[in-house]
């Protein structure tokens, strides 16, 4: 009887896992999502004030829970900038008009917002209670005035634990974010993923790999599925794509 393939766990936000996931099978690699948080929506009646007044040239929207915890047709024609495809398919979705699409993490998306002409001087940022603040400071630093309005929180599954638990240990682990390192970290013992390759979608979760201890870290040359199925390859030791 053959050795089972090896197996990459994807830990990332729900939806997130299980399109890096399909990404990875479609390339040939045997992938189990790890689903390690729940989105729980948080009062909307801020957002929905300052959406009504208007009164900013962007909205900054760093993941599509922002715009999906709101009621439908809530962007009503507002500019948006959004970090990635995902978030602005969902912004679109919500009625906003998306100016902007940094593909390659919260700085790029600054960098086009500050590049863009008229050069927007206000901007409101639709934030998870959690989320780090790169394009913030970026923006900041430029002098724009940034007004930020939490409109959701991420919580660790229940489930995730038992799931990690059940689940045969993997040849390597992509993390989604430093939190799903984080989460990773204090539900599976060190001896399950801190020899294998950790794999990052970006610079800040390839530092909270070395943090965590993780003896050799992957990051990829970018966020998108293609990226990240190059980086996985390289830490399977099946040709570059990462750095």
């Keep these: 009887m053959s050795a089972p393939r090896p197996l990459v766990w994807v830990v990332a936000t729900d939806e997130t896992a299980a399109r890096w996931a399909r990404a990875l099978e479609q390339a040939g690699q045997v992938a189990l999502p790890l689903a390690w948080s729940e ?28 715009v999906e915890v709101l009621p439908p047709g809530a962007g009503a024609g507002r500019p948006a900038a959004c970090v990635g495809a995902r978030a602005a398919e969902a912004a679109a979705a919500a009625g906003f008009e998306v100016r902007e699409v940094g593909r390659r993490g919260a700085a790029d ?8 002409q008229p050069a927007p001087r206000r901007v409101l940022f639709l934030a ?14 430029e002098g724009v005035r940034v007004d930020r309005l939490d409109v959701y929180r991420v919580a660790v599954r229940p489930a995730f634990a038992t799931e990690l638990e059940r689940a045969r240990d993997p040849a390597a682990v992509l993390a989604g974010s430093p939190r799903a390192v984080d989460a990773l970290v204090k539900a599976a013992p060190p001896g399950r993923w801190q020899g294998v390759p950790c794999v990052a979608p970006g610079p800040t979760t390839g530092a909270a790999w070395r943090a965590a201890g993780a003896a050799k870290v992957v990051e990829a040359a970018g966020p998108t599925p293609e990226d990240l199925v190059a980086a996985v390859g390289a830490a399977l030791g099946e040709g570059g794509g990462a750095r």
């Design 39 to 66: 989105v729980l929506p948080l009062e909307p009646g801020p957002a929905l004030a300052a959406l009504a007044r208007g009164d900013f040239d962007r909205v900054l929207v760093t993941s599509a829970y922002a």
């Design 128 to 141: 998870t209670s959690e989320a780090r603040e790169e394009a913030v400071e970026a923006l900041r630093g």
């Design 109 to 116: 998306v600054a960098a086009r917002v500050l590049a863009a």
